[in-house]
């Protein structure tokens, strides 16, 4: 895992505690929806709050092939790093 | 219940309106995450909205045509909606994806809203657009669709000549895949809402009135309680994306203090995610004691909320008298009842128990907050399931009859026909009662659930368990209801297991169904045996009446039958499969 992935993890584990109010574990193989239980508003604020914190714009297209925070966490490092859409799930 | 007679209406067209705020110096105020704030004076929205116009008809957009709007809250919004009106066409707002959102069951609701309110083209911006493709493809509106930046390239200038009696604007009742209806408002019935409006809202006359919304403006609260009303007084507006409320609900109170917002609209969740969300850090400097309008609608109002809201808030200014729990709904344009201004929200302590079982109100613990009475040239009448109307405390249908009361489902004539009788009465499908002369709402006759202030039809929900193996296909229920010891609206999920089947982690397969399906988090799920559910006698689920048993408690599985008795029951079920994939 490169050092912007990581950045992006500890702002995800922020999010997610603090704005979200979950208590568990956060890893990058958890599923967002399955594990996390992240409803529509809870995406959306994730979406929103990493969006601000490194100056990137996600989409609805963004949904797909993004189900586990690994897959988030690529997609904002890859993004906040100003390349293009890296495929979905790839690592950059 | 009778309101106080409608004052004179100020204009008689949005058109119009529209035209004369734009010889005032006011308009709208649009902030962005960081706080940055951008103006659009009324002046520069009519001038675009002119070009626009043009551009439509350019297009090939003739008068009474409808438009859809796929688009954020941003200047293109006002662009393209006003661009319509003054086109003479009709606006119809969808809404816009969401980030990382569920896109298939995006673009089938899409599809469906635009082919029924027969949309003639798609605006939208060019993000959006290239998400649209497949809803477009599936609707095929007759001029396709088209990013707002493309129909006011060119110069040009349109105003058309609408009447009263024009269709202004086509809302959904709810945005769904399931049977959206599409409510249909004339110029007259806009202009008679924005007139009991403003006279339940007096502006403020030591200064501009301004107002703060962050809701959609593809919602009623949102386009006509907010927007439309700052056109009709006129006065400032300024505007917050959704998205970014949810994400930073601080902003919210932040731009009430700031520009001094007179009234701010929210439903009942906005009010609570601000005593979870918003830190004493956040609201440095902030003065709420201007916002002498603090509306609480479109879904159930919690008085522990709302105690909880002014006591938090006070510190800031906040008055409690501000504090208005309002009710409405889309098919009466917005408004149909308002408590008194300034006094603040009346709660009546009733029992839950005997209020679900025999439908009248007797003194007890639950507290259900008055929604007011009616609002001018409204009357609310609470009836029984015969028709006659009731006398107080007794439970009933809320009937409501007014000047902003649809005229039609467009296109559903039969949908309509059982929402309006013969006198103008609007059927509200939901249940309440009326005591000292306000209406208190308990529930709900109607298939809806109600999440964060946005309305779901219970076949979104029960559509997703069709695939979850172990439950019995088409039996089972989705129902709004809020939850003991809580304060919002949450679903519950009452579904039969089949015969025989494992019970073991069906709990967990549904909830994660519904979840994945909808965005939405169940509350409660209970797993009931096979006939638990109460049906109609042609084999249909009767979800009011599942939801009033399981409050009651007295949602019980049936005796034991014999093997011709389960052959009639798999029968009903199968009856009651097939008819569900036909109404849907």
Redesign the interface.
Known sequence: MVENELAVLREIRRIVSQELEWEGEVEPTHHLLKDLQLDSMGLTVLAVELENHFRIRLSAEDSVGVNTVGDLMRLVATRAAGEPRAAAGGAP | MKGPALPALKHATVNEALAAAARTPRGLVFVD??ERETHLPWAQVYGRARRFAAGLRRLGVAPGERVALVLPTSPGFMDAFFGALLAGAVPVPLYP???????EE?HRSTARMLEVSAAAVVLTDA?VR??LGESVAAARPRLGCHTVEEVAREEGDLAERVSPGSLALIQFSSGSTVDPKPVGLRQGQLMAQLAALEAELPPPVDRTPVGVSWLPLYHDMGLIGCLLSAVYYPGGMVLIPP??F???PALWLRALSRHRGFVSPAPNFAYGLCL??VKDADLEGVDLSGWTHALNGAEPVSVETLRLFSERFSRWGFQPGALRPVYGLSEATLAVTFPPAGRGPRALGVDARVLATERRVVDGSREVVSVGRPVPGFEVRVRDELGHVLEERRVGRVFARGPSVMAEYVGHPEATARALDAEGWLDTGDLGFEAEGELFLTGRAKDLVII?GANHAPQEFEECLEAVEGLRTGCAVALGFTPEGENDEALLLLAEHAPGAEVEGLEERIR?AV??G????AHTVRVVEPGTLPRTSSGKLRRSEALRRYLAEELTAPKKVGTVGLVVEMAKSALAFARSGRDG
């Open positions: 995450t960081s994806p969401v980030r990382l959102g569920r896109l995006y993000k290239l998400l998205e970014v949810l994400a930073r979870k969300r964060r994660e979840l994945a909808t965005g939405v988090k």
